[in-house]
């Protein structure tokens, strides 16, 4: 297939019908996309920028209003993004670069709005804790050439060197066989709801593997590459001893998912059992008590995760077991010799697809061959320097390498 722009690879999709865009929003999108493109081609200060826009027709004013129904373990509509207005700037390649370099990429968006030809910039914007961003849609360069476009959970396109990169595998979240190794190690049946959350509907995921999403898409906003190790059963004291830059409380991570889960949970049910009763006063600060601690507990567990992810930046794997905890990082995994044909790259969650993997291939992907074919039901997460993640598991006599979607933005 011949080279292309963004541009020319929506259209040649929508033609194809392989995505469903109007006339008017085809304009529209291929503008965002080509700015976006052309944005991460700029050099400031040195090197490219990263750039990540959310677009609303109404700007800040309307993103600001955004709800995502599928808030992750909070089954009312939550407004989905924590928007700051800025006095209106034109909407082209240099303004955005400069503006870019200003934001924290994997984090925090450029927010854009108009229609058409006539676009501006009015805001910046954060995706709110426990949601995915409602319906917006999301533009991200992670690197010079590079645009996803990502909408909720979901990223719909991938664009790589001029061409369609395959979309790769939700294997955190869809039921496939990394899934369940996932669920074995953090203990989670995948079925985790009360009776007061169920009634109103599925959660995108548990506890857990929210956390662990966030952690990677973390993880791989340090742009340092990184390496997650987790094993299914607590490791022994020679493997310990093999950690260079071990933690105190293992366990922090693993209790402030649990304290985040008890905490949502609370504040949910007193909202959901009152929410067609006036609330008499003592009600009402119980509601709001149980909601301000939930709301602790949240900035809590993300400060966690945020300080695994900075730890990832260490040379070695960071090395985690059973229920999440996190015993340290700078754990150097021997390796070992395979048998030819043993790594095979999986193209389905089950990895009963799957094709030849490639014979070359980076130290940490090595080392997380090694770990998932040395400890079965073991997982290895690698996020390389440039941006894409995989993850290794031991399937049989074999070890599974698939290419994990994480979300960019």
């Known amino acids: 297939m011949a080279l292309e722009y963004p541009r020319e690879m929506l259209a040649r999709l929508v033609a194809e019908q392989k ?38 027709v109404a700007g800040a004013t309307g993103l600001s209003t955004v709800v995502d129904d599928a808030a992750d373990g909070d089954k009312e509509s939550s407004l989905a993004w924590d928007v700051t207005a800025i006095p209106r700037k034109s909407f082209d390649v240099e303004t955005l670069a400069k503006l870019s370099r200003g934001i924290e990429f994997g984090a925090q968006l450029v927010v854009v709005g108009g229609t058409g030809n006539e676009l501006w ?44 990169v395959p979309r790769p595998i939700d294997v955190i979240g869809t039921d496939g066989a990394v899934r369940r190794a996932i669920c074995a190690i953090t203990r989670e049946s995948g079925d985790i709801e009360s009776e007061a959350t169920r009634a109103t509907g599925p959660t995108i995921s548990t506890y857990p593997e929210s956390a662990l999403r966030r952690l990677i898409q973390k993880m791989r906003a340090t742009g340092y590459g990184a390496l997650l190790a987790l094993l299914p059963q607590q490791p022994d004291e020679a493997t310990l001893r093999g950690v260079a830059y071990g933690r105190v409380d293992p366990m922090l991570l693993s209790t402030r998912i649990q304290a985040d889960k008890e905490l949502i949970r609370g504040s949910l049910s007193k909202r959901i059992a009152k929410r067609d009763e006036s609330l008499d006063h003592d009600e009402a600060r119980a509601r709001d008590a149980a909601q301000n601690a939930a709301d602790v507990a949240a900035e809590e567990l993300e400060d966690a995760i945020e300080d695994v992810a900075q730890l990832s930046a260490i040379d070695g794997a960071v090395l985690g077991g059973p229920d999440l905890a996190i015993y340290g990082a700078g754990y150097l995994i021997p390796a070992v010799q395979l048998p030819a044909g043993t790594v095979r790259q999986a193209l389905d969650a089950e990895g009963e697809t799957w094709e030849a993997y490639p014979a070359r291939h980076g130290a940490r992907h090595g080392a997380a061959i090694s770990f998932a074919y040395e400890n079965p039901g073991a997982v290895g997460f690698i996020v390389s320097e440039d941006g894409p993640v995989s993850c290794a598991l031991r399937i049989g006599d074999h070890v599974l390498v698939w290419s994990v979607a994480v979300l960019e933005t």
């Not at 493109?37 to 677009?55: D, M, P, T």
């Not at 009015?122 to 709110?128: F, K, V, W």
């Not at 426990?130 to 992670?142: D, K, L, Q, S, V």
Request: hydrophobic share 50%; glycine share 8%.
């Open 19 to 56: 995505l469903t865009i109007s006339a008017t929003g085809l304009d529209c999108v291929s503008l965002l996309l080509d700015t976006v493109f052309f944005a991460s081609l700029v050099i400031e200060e040195g090197e490219h920028v990263r750039v990540a826009i959310v677009y609303d």
């Open 121 to 164: 910039i009015d805001g910046l914007a954060r995706i709110r804790r426990r949601t995915y961003g409602g319906p917006a849609i999301r533009i991200a360069a992670p690197r010079a050439g590079v645009i996803v476009l990502e909408r909720h959970i979901d990223q719909i396109l991938r664009f790589e060197a001029g061409k369609q």
